[in-house]
């Protein structure tokens, strides 16, 4: 291939190309509502698309204090191809100032980011990410290697509590209230969950704040599938400053599997001063899953160095995928 297989589009002029059959779209990976600042196309002889992918250099995250660039929306259909077009978008970010090059992240890791590099085989959870297993190998052969690890895992439920009474009751006495989500008020209730998080993630990873409304269009589509039970918000004199948000497997349901109950996401605001709440979170709604019917809990995407993860060490639980981002 040579150079002239190479185009490069600003997202607002990208003309209509024929893509060769088995390769996704490009709105399918990285839609135009997650402004894309450009989109690189790899071309064969007969003008098709034979890989693609999505450029950001704007609003992206910070990283040893440079704003990075960043490669996701990424689909190709052999090495040589992957590693031609990611070539071509290092360049390209290049040119526009870039020192650091992540990936795939579409943009920020709010939205779709890294790639499964290990697993047990186990099937696939709801919102888990997805990528053919090739992938990884692809960047690796494009001279990027991993810049940060995460991992899922199982936990095996029987009811029991494994964070002791006491700790529980020291922080009830100390004003804090724990109770279910409000579904008539959800609205109002995602609000008060986005301040937890603004204030809960931002020492994190590459971390860039999210507007309001893209948190609440996220979680505005899984109104319909929760348990509000399963929706722990923690408050201390009316304000939220916790909360766990768990959720039914409902993809292995689909598959006519027994689902597991997903912790998805847990935050408590820093500035609460409340140790050991987000253990007795997990664990608090964990014995519910369990009296639910749930027999195991997944533990997912966690970043392998912070308070979650330990968290799931202290539940034994047991790793079955493993997920790698990438950087160059």
Known sequence: MNHSDIRFYPSSDIPPLPLLEGLPS??????????????????????QAVAHTALWWNHTPCLEGNEVGAIGGFAALGEIEAVALLEAAV?????????????????????????IAESTGRGPFLLEPRNPASYPEWWRAAGFHEIAAYS????????????????????????LTIR??????????????????LKSFASNFLYTPLSEEGFLGAYRKL??????????????D???????????????????E??????KTLAVDPEARCPGLG??????????????????????????????????????????RRYSLFAR
């Open 26 to 47: 490009p709105d399918e990976l990285a839609p135009m509502s997650e402004m894309p600042d450009g989109r690189i196309f790899l071309l064969n002889a007969q003008g």
């Open 91 to 115: 360049k390209e970010l290049q040119a526009q100032g870039v020192q650091k090059v992540v990936g795939p992240m579409n943009g920020n890791t709010w939205r779709r980011y890294r790639y």
């Open 152 to 175: 899922s895992s199982t936990i095996l439920l029987d009811g029991q509590p494994t964070v002791a009474d006491a700790l529980k009751k020291r922080l009830l006495k100390s004003g």
């Open 180 to 197: 279910p989500i409000d579904l008539n008020r959800y609205e109002e209730e995602l609000r008060a969950i986005y301040t937890i998080c």
């Open 223 to 236: 109104k319909d599938r929760i348990d509000a039970e399963l929706v722990k918000i923690v408050e201390r």
């Open 238 to 256: 009316g304000v939220a400053c916790g909360f766990v948000f768990a959720i039914a497997d409902l993809e292995a349901a689909a598959r006519g």
């Open 258 to 263: 027994k689902p597991a109950l997903i912790i």
């Open 279 to 320: 253990s007795v979170l997990v664990d608090e709604v964990q014995m519910l899953g369990y009296q639910k019917g749930f027999s195991t809990a997944l533990h997912v995407l966690q970043f392998d160095d912070n308070n979650v993860r330990r968290i799931t060490t202290r539940h034994h639980g047991e790793t079955f």
